[in-house]
């Protein structure tokens, strides 16, 4: 799938991108900025948990059928070290699909170190 533009709602606001989603994976480009940093000048672990969460998303919606919506069910986010200002990426891919939960993992890099590393578990529910 070409690039893409926002991933809608929240993440969207704070200001991430959808750069690629296909094939059961995705990623997301995010610039941090001063609005996104904890009082101790780091970046929010809130700001990363919407990052992975909705980078793993939409690595699950590309493996969906038609009626199929995924939502997170479980949510782990594992801090490796302190975020800064800056631009960052965070890549998430599907790792077992079953026919009702989809497991997937997230990896997001700053200046080609990792920031944190997140699994998390999605049902996926029939509209």
Known sequence: MAAQTGPGGFAERLGAEVTTADDGSARIGFDAHDEHLNPAGTLH???????VDTAMGQAVRTTTGEGEVPATSQLTVTYLRPGRPGPLTVTARVRTRGEHLTVCEADVEQE??????AVATFALLHS
Not at 45 to 51: D, E, N, P, Q, S
Not at 112 to 117: F, T
């Open 112 to 117: 080609g170190r990792a920031l944190a590393h």
């Open 45 to 51: 672990g809130g700001v990363l948990a919407t990052l």
